[in-house]
């Protein structure tokens, strides 16, 4: 799928399939095309990032989630934030994404052009600093998800699992 079709809130979202019990989710978006200016490669970011955060952050443990996109309203502001740069993404929404996963692994890969999309995105929004990151739900004895960048084979990977 090209990176350029993603959308938060339709069916063009490979992202909505984490949430089923797979073994394993690969999505490739191949190389991606219109990176040659920074405008482009910002919206780029807030497209991805938008499919990969598709539900909101829950207020409480008890209380439900909803699509991040639930009206037209929030899918215009939502482009008007990355028309003026604003970054929206939160570490909380992210790891709210990644322990919610039923699937065990998701693979990213796109073709390594030297800009490296996938993690440029996650960076762009401050959602990491370490090509790896794991995060414990129940503590130092719970169940520990990751989330891990890495180059191989002419691709640029993000590898996101339990």
């Not at 991606?32 to 990032?49: A, D, G, P, Q, V």
């Amino acid at each position: 799928m090209p990176i350029q079709k993603l959308d938060a809130s339709s069916g063009n979202n490979p992202f909505v399939l984490t949430k089923l019990s797979l073994a394993a989710l690969e999505i490739d978006f191949k190389k991606i095309e219109n990176t040659e200016n920074w405008l482009k490669e910002n919206r780029l970011y807030h497209r991805f990032i938008s499919a990969l955060l598709h539900t909101t952050t829950p207020a409480s443990v008890t209380s439900r989630t909803s699509p991040v996109h639930s009206s037209i309203v929030e899918k215009n502001k939502r482009r008007i934030d990355a028309a003026f740069l604003k970054p929206w993404a939160t570490k909380k929404q992210l790891y709210h994404v990644l322990v919610g996963m039923k699937a065990k692994k998701v693979i990213v890969r796109c073709v390594d052009d030297g800009k490296d999309i996938l993690w440029s995105a996650f960076t762009h929004f401050g959602l990491v600093s370490n090509a790896l990151t794991i995060v414990r739900l129940g503590g130092d004895g719970g169940t520990k998800h990751h989330m891990m960048f890495y180059d191989g084979d002419g691709e640029n990977v993000l590898e996101m699992g339990h």
